[in-house]
């Protein structure tokens, strides 16, 4: 039961992008994707989750025996499959908690009950030291930088995926919140998440003590295992 990323290539526009990378993530495993600006980091990503504006030309994306090349986000979503962005959109009108609740309707298939979801939410906020009143808000209206980045990682842990593709969620962070997102990330090791992380920063990868860090770089765009 893995993540099987096999032979992957990507275009835009008829442009390639990513050509035949490979990696197999299993659960509870972490892995860091690093490399220059505009090596395709976030393209991978987004291929991953069917992102329309690429296109996978050649190779397989398998989630736990499924083939999820030809689903769409949505089927992704369901399949067990999460992506966090860089900048999350704001969905005005429409409090957290409701697009919570939405999700895990969407993804399991029955309406979550409200005791256990109440303290799942409130375990949750807890845990990202966030006042309860901020899943009250609309999804990410007026958030500052930081606000969203925590606001996904609410997400990930009330929606509990299979595999989490996390795009750069340390951006914009300060201290403290950085040492949330650590606890976020060992906390759904824990529970058997499997995580592919992009980050820049070498004292974060340090203290998450990942399973494996890939690099990704231009032209051929090949993975190069660093560790393991």
């Known amino acids: 039961m893995s993540l099987i990323i096999k032979d992957l290539s990507v275009s835009r526009q008829q442009t390639s992008i990513i050509d035949r990378v490979s990696l197999t993530i299993a659960p509870g495993e972490l892995h860091i994707l690093s490399g220059l600006n505009g090596a395709g980091k976030s393209t991978l990503l987004n291929s991953l989750m069917a992102n329309p504006l690429y296109e996978v ?47 895990l309707e969407a993804i399991q298939g029955t309406r979550p009950h409200t005791i256990p979801f109440a303290k799942d939410l409130n375990d949750s906020l807890a845990l990202l030291r966030l006042d309860p009143k901020f899943a009250k808000r609309s999804l ?64 974060i990868i340090e203290a998450l003590n990942p399973n494996m860090i890939h690099e990704l770089s231009s032209g051929r765009c090949h993975l190069r295992e660093l560790i393991s």
């Open 57 to 103: 030309t050649s190779g397989q994306i398998v989630l736990d025996d499924v083939d999820l090349t030809p689903l769409s986000t949505f089927e992704r979503a369901r399949a067990g499959l999460f992506l966090s962005l860089q900048t999350p959109p704001e969905v005005p009108g429409v409090p957290l908690e409701d697009f919570l609740r939405t999700s």
């Open 140 to 203: 990410n209206e007026g958030f500052s930088g930081g606000e969203k980045k925590r606001s996904e990682l609410l997400q990930l842990l009330m929606l509990k995926p299979k595999y989490a593709l996390l795009d750069e969620p340390d951006s914009g962070l300060d201290p403290d919140a950085v040492g949330y997102l650590i606890e976020v990330i060992a906390k759904l090791r824990q529970q058997g998440t499997g995580i592919l992380l992009v980050t820049h920063y070498a004292h």
